[in-house]
């Protein structure tokens, strides 16, 4: 292994620091509160997706008191609702350590099953798994081929055996999807039933991190702006914002890592051909292309609901095919944009029908999103935001168009 030859600037003395280009089984994986991810090797880190190792007593200091020369484990808590929420969980041997802000908390280090009962010490790795890709906020806990999964609501802990996935030295979630990190090299899976989808294992130097001779873009460039729009966005019920652009989409979490395109077909299997339009209203999104409905059920993952897909006119009383289509938060009509008029849909309604229709002064909408600041008109690349969806039906002028973040549209200027 390749090491960098580094002086410390505490004790001015030379160290050798990995370089996790040579291929690296790290010890573990995890992003901060921020969303910055951490690849921990015996008493290195490494900050992001690039740049150099350093010692983790730099950046959590207070490891450095109990002698820590490695970690198990690691994982950033999920649970919205309690004071840990984004908390980072370090395990080493039988103890746990819980960090904010980079500060370990007072009373910290206890015993592991002081904290997570009937939790196994000397973990191999933890990750986390919000409610949606899991049935309710948990952890996932490895220890050789046993999971344990640990209900963070009701601390009941449920005991796997995925013989079919490698030994887990490390795990992460990224963009919504699970890994297993083994050697230097991953393997996606899903969190609930272990399952592994596609060509595994990979090398994570082509994905997870910046190294000459590795990538698995090859010389991709990024489109232009200009010459980039949208097909649909939403936010579905937890709160959980996708863009869909041509046969891809992106999660858009303000707070995790860079947004990557992923297939649409990787989470709606069923949708192989893009979409026009896209919606959530209570637990469910629907997916809208040509004549056709596809609606998924939220849970541990999306599930098509028996029956789906339907024409448009049997599930919500129109011809199409439509250009977009919106709900606003707490609201139950849907706003469809077809050309330049917009029909409203009460979805409480059996059948359902359309309740009223108006002209737009604006054209060629690509897509539109309604949230708790307004409504959101994308065309091209730019938007335009109004008031709510009766401002846009009376309006006569378009607002001044901003420019769509090139995060959403995954392009260049």
């Known amino acids: 292994m390749m090491l960098t030859f ?20 790290f010890d573990a994986i995890v992003p901060d509160e921020n969303g910055v991810t951490y690849f921990f090797k015996d ?27 490695h970690i198990d484990a690691a994982f950033r808590m999920h649970n919205p609702d309690s004071e840990d929420h984004d908390h980072i969980y370090f395990f080493l041997d039988d103890k746990v350590f819980s960090y904010y802000n980079h500060t370990l908390e007072e009373g910290y280090p206890k015993e592991i099953n002081k904290v997570f009962k009937e939790i196994p010490s000397h973990l191999d790795a933890a990750v ?40 887990c030295t490390s795990a992460y979630r990224w ?45 991709y460039q990024p489109p232009k702006c200009s010459d980039v729009k949208l ?13 869909f652009i041509g046969s891809n989409y992106m999660h858009l979490n303000p707070k995790g890592p860079h947004r990557h395109p992923f297939p649409i077909i990787r989470k709606w299997k069923e949708v192989t051909e893009g979409v026009d339009a896209v919606f959530s209203y209570t637990d469910k999104l629907y997916m809208i292309k040509g004549e056709q409905v596809y609606i998924y059920k939220s849970g541990a993952g999306y599930t098509l609901i028996e029956g789906y897909p339907k024409t448009l006119k049997e599930e919500l009383g129109i011809d199409g095919p439509i250009t977009a289509s919106f ?81 959403i549209l995954g392009c260049q200027d």
Not at 13 to 24: E, F, V, Y
Not at 145 to 154: M, R
Not at 231 to 243: H, N, Q, S, V
Request: glycine letters at 8%.
């Open 6 to 25: 580094l002086v410390n600037a505490e004790d001015g003395q030379h160290h050798d620091h990995p370089d996790r280009c040579d291929g690296i089984e």
């Open 43 to 69: 008493n290195h880190l490494w900050r992001g997706f690039t740049g150099s190792a350093h010692f983790f007593n730099h950046t959590f200091k207070e490891l450095d008191d109990h002698h820590i020369g």
């Open 128 to 167: 986390e798994c919000p409610k949606g890709e899991c049935v309710t906020d948990s952890v996932l806990f490895f220890k050789g081929h046993v999971v344990y999964t640990y209900d963070i609501s009701t601390k009941v802990v449920k005991e796997k055996t995925w013989d079919h996935l490698p030994v």
């Open 175 to 219: 963009l919504e999807h699970h890994y297993c990190f083994h050697g230097n090299s991953f393997t996606r899976f899903n969190p609930v039933t272990g399952v592994v989808e596609g060509t595994y294992p990979k090398d994570a130097r082509n994905y997870f991190m910046m190294c000459p001779g590795f990538g698995h873009g090859g010389n």
């Open 231 to 243: 097909d649909a966005i939403t936010t579905d019920d937890e709160g959980k914002p996708y863009a």
């Open 327 to 407: 709900v606003c938060p707490s609201e139950h009509t849907v706003h469809i944009i077809q050309g330049s008029k917009m029909m409203d849909v009460d979805l409480t309604a059996t059948p359902r029908a359309v309740t009223s229709e108006v002209p737009l002064s604006i054209s060629d909408i690509d897509a539109v999103l309604c949230d708790a600041d307004g409504v959101k008109v994308y065309k091209g690349s730019q938007y335009y935001e109004y008031a709510s969806p009766m401002v846009l039906a009376v309006s006569r002028i378009a607002p001044v168009p901003q420019n769509v973040p090139r995060e």
